[in-house]
Every structure is written in C-alpha cells, then in structure tokens.
C-alpha cells in the first residue's frame, strides 16, 4: 500500500528521472567549441606549486536543484561513488541557490533569500584573498560565458540543443560564486581567472590548470533547467574521462562533486555530495562517510589543508564546517559529531528567516557584520575577514555568535559570541578591539 507521502513524491521522482536526450555542448570535455560564444584569452601562467597537507589540488564541482535519493542511483553517480567517497550527510544552507554561492566562496550567504543581483562588497574578503596570501593559484570556469570575468545576470545564445528551436539562457551570475563578490569582480586581474570552457581547454591542453579549480556547466548540464539524470549524463561525457587525465586528475587532487540545495520544498534540504580524484587512496574507493557536512565545510578543508587563514564567519562555525574526514583523520583534526535532531534545528530548509545585508524584508535587514575575531582557524591561521574599518555593528553570523554591542577595530573585527549555529539566532554579549563601540547587532544564521 503507498503511502501518501510516496504519491506525492512521484512527479518529484519522474521529474528528476524522465530521459531528456543528452546533447553535449563540445566534441570533447578538452575540445575548443563552436557552441561557446566566449573565446578563450590565452592561457594561465604556470604557477609553483603549495604543497597541502592531504592534498595539493582542489577541484570543486557544483550541480543543481536534485535530490540525493535520485541522484545516487544514477549511473554518473554510482560511477563516482565506486572510484570515492560518498558523503551521505551532506545539507545545502538555505534556499535558493543564489545563497548558497555566496556562502561557498565568502563563508556567509548575508541573508539572502532570493536569486536578485547581490554583490558583496570589496572590503569583505573571501576564500581568494586566503588563497593568494598563501601564493595559491585559482581560477573558475563557467560554461557558456561570453567573455572572461563578465558581469551580466545571464547570457543568453542560439540553441545548441535544438538549433531550430529559440535561444536559450546557458548562463546564470547565481552560480558564479567568484563573481558574487566585488573584491573579484571590480579587480581586473582577478576577473581575468574567472574563464569559461573555452579557457578550460586552452589551460588543461596547456596544462596549465591552477591549484584551485571552480567549476559550473551550464544551466542544461548542471540539472537546473534539465534533470538529474541530464546531469548525470553530462558527469559521463566531462568528468569521468577527466579521472583518466592527468592533466586534470593529477597527483594528489581531490574533487568534489556536490548539489546547491534540495528538489523538494519542505524537505531536510540533504544534497548528494562525492569525493574523488587521485587524492583517495584505493582502499577508501566506494566507501561511505556519514559525518555530518554543509558548504562551509569545503572552506574548512582548504583551510585546515594548507594552513591558512580564516574568514571568521561560516568557515570557523566548529558545528556547520566538519572538515572531510579524509583531510580531519590523516591531520588529527578533531570533527564535531552534531546529531539529526540539531541538524531539523538548524532550519536548512527555511528561506528568509536570516537577518543580513541581503534579506528581502526590511525588517530583518542589517548592515554586514565583522568577522569573528576569536574564531579559532582550521588551519591553525588568523582571522583576516575583512580589510577596513569595520561597521560596529555586533556578529551575529551564526558563527558562534548572536546579539551583543560589537566593538571596531582597525580590521573591523569586533564581535560578539554566544551560541547561534545555523539558521538561528544566537544570544551572547559582543566583545571587540577598537576604539568606538558599535551598535548592537542581530543574530544571523549564516
């Protein structure tokens, strides 16, 4: 007998399911394309190697919209689970998507709760100032970008799919994590490292691929406007040869395949999330990890990996950035074990409820709070967030951190700390270095 929750489920299942006839977009997952309207700007400088202590490569790949009791039994999946680890208590931050970019590459998604245009402001640093302070290189690349470091909301082209259908929008900003935020986006050399596909295959022929590699497929390939079997199939045309190049899948990288958020509204927002590459020793292959991860645990593990630096926000929230067992095991690197009943607490699956700069309702609007300056760095780093004068305004990030009087200091890194985690608001008294004491500040999720 099915239940009702079963039923209701079904058009979520065929919907994610239902074949829709893959078309790549390139002959090959190295080739140049006439489907690229962006051409590619030369390629990367070779840049030295930082060795890490797991790893020396770091290879992120995001998809969309699915949900991880589909995704998991598709054959792209299972592939990459037999040649890895499957990360099987994995949770998005938030909804939509838009948010959880942001707090994938700044340690916070600011309170957004929506897919407008949201630019983080130059003065608030993020995983590329840790990166380069450590002489780390980077680069993102974005299919179906029109030009290097484009700004746009979307870019919209002639259909490769069906070429007598109308054009379609292959690009979106919101999953541009990089381009989110001032600091890259008004930087013209930093802009320049944010490439399209056109560029990838220049760099891997070149082999010039950095340290750090980003990477977003198109709004088809990714699952977005498509399904997870689309993806699914896209993952076995690009990434499975991938694994046998050692131009990409080089000595000691590891690669993450992860999803934004959930399908399903009202769920536990738990996304498929897979680790990979050369940097899993054989005896791990098709292995489970059930330890309990968010976004901010990819930030935590570049940390705690190459020892650096620490942005105070998400990535230093002890409870929602779990580094990978793989990197936390081999560095005695001590995880916090958080049960099912604090992860429903968190609220991953609220929108909206986060105070910050970026929430749409005026009342739950703050200005962009200081990082936490007493948090302690998975890296064993400092806490750098933020470059000026901060606001004043008390923490309250969800960081360990909730109302209170922030204090500025000349980094703007006073802070108050208490005990919000999640999407919650945390209560405490907020402490700081400087010199003018700040205005109180709400507690913020994330």
Known sequence: MWSLVAFLLLPVVWAQTTTIPFVPAQPCPTCSSRNYVGKNNGTLPKATVRKGKVFDYYIEIMMENQ??????TLSAYEAIAKKGIMLTNTFSLTHPSEPNYLASWSGSFWGAADDDFHAVPENIMTMTDLLEDKTISWASYQENMPTDGFTGMNFTQANYVNVSGPPEIYYMRKHNPHILHDSIANNPQRRMRVRN???FAADITADRLPQYNWVTSNMRNDAHDTNAAYSSS?????????????????????IMVRFDEDATDGGPNKVAAFLLGSAVPEHMYGSVDNTFYTHYSSLSTMEANWGLDCLGRGDTNATLANVFDLVANQIGYKNVDVSDKEITSFGFNISGSTPGPFNPNPDLVTPFPPPNSHAKCPGGGKVIGIQNNGSGHGNGDGNGNGKGSGNESGKGSGNGNGKGSGNESGKGSGNGSGKNNGKGGKGNGH
């Open 234 to 254: 896209w993952l076995n045309f690009w990434l499975l040869p991938l694994l046998e190049d050692k131009r990409f899948n080089r000595e000691r990288t590891l």
């Open 197 to 199: 596909f056109e560029d």
């Open 67 to 72: 949900d991880p009791n589909i995704v998991d």
